[in-house]
């Protein structure tokens, strides 16, 4: 469901001495609950005329394939399997053993699913 709200504001432009680009809106007449608050990366364009867009980009989090203690499997749409092996400090000794059983057990899913 697409929900477009206006209000009239002042746009400030600043670029900071290191060249960053600073956009800040700010409402002519805030009322609190106009819009719902976000925070979040994506695409900014700011025309010569001092038209300003900015679309969020979405973040895809997919549960992983395959969940080990200390690991997991996930395919991603930009066609790469990634491993990711984590292990608390206080397991240092036990890291290749551990490595060794999960990744083993990893890479026998991997096979299987493909």
């Known amino acids: ?7 009239t504001a002042l746009v400030a432009h600043t670029v900071t001495d290191t060249e ?3 956009v800040q809106v700010m409402p002519a007449d805030p009322v609190p609950g106009t819009v719902t608050p976000f ?6 364009q700011m025309l010569s005329n001092g038209t300003f867009d900015f679309v969020r980009r979405p973040i895809k989090r997919r549960k992983p394939a395959l969940k080990l203690p200390h ?8 066609g790469y399997i990634r491993y990711t ?3 608390p400090a206080e397991q240092k000794e036990e890291c290749a053993e551990l490595l ?10 991997i096979y299987g699913t493909l």
């Not at 690991?71 to 930009?78: E, K, L, N, Q, R």
């Not at 060794?100 to 899913?109: M, N, P, V």
């Open 1 to 7: 469901m697409e929900q477009t709200t206006t209000f």
């Open 20 to 22: 960053i680009n600073y």
């Open 39 to 44: 925070r979040g990366w994506g695409y900014g």
């Open 71 to 78: 690991s997991s499997v996930s395919f991603g749409t930009d």
């Open 85 to 87: 092996f984590t292990l």
């Open 100 to 109: 060794y059983e999960e990744a083993s057990e990893a890479a026998e899913f």
